[in-house]
């Protein structure tokens, strides 16, 4: 360890090697299907120019920073089948896009990092990944009620060569299958329409397993939903959905993953009806197909900014067919209609909370999660549903409500007992994010639309801190606020289309992530100032274990090395490690010169590693890591 000052390391002449991946040079026509194992690079654009699909046990692996651009209005799209894996290896520096060249024509000298919102969607397709998991849906011929391996169905808005196709069936009885990993990557403009009820989403995910890793993905104008899952285990970290045309979050079949940090901006893409155009439900929760059919969907969901439609919006959470749901740690805002929705049937033939014999709507709310459903049951339900560790089969707690206006708002939440005083949930007087700032008012599919045009989501007044937090359990972080961000940190910079679009704050800090809970939860690091030559740069770390020894890494590059139970985000390789001791509330400031000479573009990258005692068997608390970017 070193605890010298940063002029005594050279790390200005280090910075000077590091360098940002290339643009795109060579466009790349895509016309048929991947079935060897293949990388695309940041050196091509590529241009899906049909259905395209990875399959035969193929992986397809995509370089952060490359674009796939299609053609727009021509109809490409990305499908991954049963067995075979994507691996989308963004950064938060360089992200893959997927999106449309009328997309592409709008970024200023073909900086990805610019451009121009346009009401569009249906430019092209979308990404549709397909896995061996566990689902539930009545509609295919031979499927069973009960957890079966030989359940599957056809993926919506593809078209098989016949009803068996193994191109477009998901499903199976594998809840560990693994498709891949996903990092990074903005999706645009998508939704390519098949027919009535048959459109694509911006992220399809049918039978994915708890193997899949997804993190940091935007999808912004989108002609149906935002992000779909059928089934499966899969579990989602750090979303930003925009602009969606039907709902911005759907469940379907049976999910039994969890999800954390996602912000929900509802609106519209075009002027067209609520559901092909303008935003229908922030979340849709369907249950199972039919209700009484399992897997059924039980999900913990900690940490959403979602940010409705105040004057025509729909739903904030709308509730189906034994769907069981708990929300913790949300922010619910500018909804149109109500809080909780009841809706109770989905309108595709299944029947709602409490057929045949299961547990009926009221008890939903007040049925622990430790109890299991005897219907159709699997033979190990302790084992087979997961995602909840405590609570209620579906709840609401430390949570903020705000302008929430409509008059019946809050009726149905009221009756299952949100307000409930040991829920923690709070109605708040002032904004619980630091800015948010509409367009003039619209009108788009016969509704009012009141788009954002400005949006910093950071936490303010109640949503600062929160009084539980989620468990620290290999997935979640014990994120001590309410909302998808925490104070003084974004991570949507850098690599959204909401930056590039102007939509939320540049910031040349960015909120990466990746801690390791200690024994206050999550230590929270934070970065400040602007990293000008010779300006004063601050690193803020709080609610780590107190007056102990503590290193902060910095690095001139990601390494992501998984390291004694935790991520440690920075590379070491031409690094810099500095000893510092925490104060005794586990707080430490450090500030520094920056080193005059550094390139514009340059990246650094920021961890504390805590000596935590009640850290087992390690002793090593991890804060999330942050980015900083030189303008």
């Known amino acids: 360890m070193t605890n010298s000052h940063f002029q005594k390391l050279g790390l200005g002449l280090a910075l000077a090697a590091s360098t940002a991946v290339a643009r795109a040079q060579t466009e790349v026509l895509v016309t048929a299907d991947i079935t060897t194992s293949t990388t695309w690079t940041p050196a091509n654009t590529y241009n899906l120019q049909q259905q395209i699909y990875v399959r035969n046990g193929a992986t ?33 520096k360089n992200p893959v896009i997927m999106t449309s060249k009328a997309d592409v024509l709008t970024w200023a000298g073909g900086n990805p990092k610019t451009g121009t919102w346009r009401e569009a969607c249906n430019e092209w397709g979308n990404l549709t990944i397909m896995g ?4 539930s849906e009545d509609a295919t011929s031979g499927n069973v009620p009960t957890p079966n391996a030989s359940n599957v169905a056809a993926m919506e808005g593809l078209i098989g060569s016949g009803p068996n196709d193994p191109n477009v069936l998901y499903g199976g009885g594998n809840d560990d299958d693994d498709s891949g990993t996903i990092s990074y990557l903005s999706l645009r403009y998508g939704g390519r329409v098949i027919g009535l009820n048959n459109e694509l989403n911006g992220l399809s995910l049918g039978g994915i397993g708890r193997e899949t890793d997804i993190h940091h993905v935007e999808i912004m104008n989108n002609v149906d939903d935002g992000v779909e899952i059928w089934g499966g285990t899969v579990n989602l970290k750090y979303f930003s959905i925009w602009n969606i045309g039907d709902d911005s979050f759907d469940i379907d079949q049976g999910w039994r993953g969890k999800a954390q940090f996602g912000l929900i901006v509802q609106g519209y893409s075009v002027d067209a009806s609520q559901g092909s155009g303008v935003g229908d439900n922030c979340f849709e ?94 033979a190990n339900p302790a084992l087979f549903y997961t995602a909840q560790t405590s609570g209620n089969w ?26 409930n005083t040991a829920n923690n949930n ?32 950071m936490p303010a007044n109640d949503a600062v801190t929160s009084v539980r937090f989620a468990p620290y359990d290999g997935f979640y972080s014990s994120a001590k606020y309410r ?27 960015c909120d990466l992530g990746f801690a390791r809970a200690g024994t206050n939860g999550d230590s929270v690091l934070a970065g400040f100032g602007l990293l000008g030559s010779g300006s004063t740069t601050t690193l803020a770390l709080s609610n780590a274990f107190a007056n102990s020894p503590t290193v902060l890494v910095i690095g001139l590059a990601r390494g992501d090395l998984p390291l004694f139970g935790g991520t440690l985000v920075p590379s070491l390789i031409g690094g810099v490690l500095v000893q510092i001791n925490t104060d005794p509330t586990g707080s430490l400031a450090l500030s520094f010169p920056f080193p005059r000479g550094v390139p514009s573009g340059t990246s650094l990258y920021f961890q504390a590693v805590t000596f935590d005692p009640g850290v087992t068997p390690t002793n090593l608390q991890f804060s999330n890591a942050v980015c900083a970017t030189k303008p």
């Not at 913990?300 to 740690?329: E, K």
């Not at 008059?407 to 939440?413: C, F, I, S």
Request: net charge negative; charged share 10%; with cysteine.
């Open 60 to 92: 397809l692996t995509i370089e952060a920073g490359t674009i796939l651009a299609s053609t727009t209005n021509l109809g490409g799209s990305l499908a991954v089948s049963r067995g075979s894996k994507i691996f989308v290896k963004g950064t938060e």
């Open 132 to 135: 061996n998991g566990y689902i």
């Open 285 to 378: 929760t369907d249950g199972a197909e039919d209700s009484s059919w399992q897997p059924v969907t039980t999900t913990s969901i900690y940490n959403f900014t979602v940010i409705g439609q105040p004057q025509d919006g729909d739903r904030l959470t709308a509730w189906r067919d034994n769907a069981s749901v708990q929300y913790h740690n949300c922010i619910f805002m500018n909804g149109g209609e109500e809080l909780v929705g009841f809706d109770n049937v989905d309108g595709d033939g299944a029947h709602g909370y409490g057929f045949e014999s299961t547990v009926d709507w009221p008890t939903h709310w007040t049925t622990p999660h430790t109890t299991f459903s005897t219907v159709n049951a699997p």
């Open 483 to 509: 909302g998808a961000f925490s104070p003084n940190n974004n991570w949507l910079c850098g690599w959204t289309a909401s930056t590039a679009f102007g939509f939320t704050p540049a910031s040349p800090w």
């Open 394 to 419: 579906c709840e609401i707690t430390d949570s903020v409500f705000f302008s929430n206006l409509n008059a019946n708002a809050y009726t149905q939440a009221t009756a299952r007992g949100v307000f």
């Open 426 to 457: 709070v109605t708040a007087t002032a904004s619980p994010i630091v800015t948010i700032n509409r367009g003039p008012a619209v009108v788009r599919g016969g509704k009012v639309m009141e788009p954002v045009i400005l949006l910093n989501p």
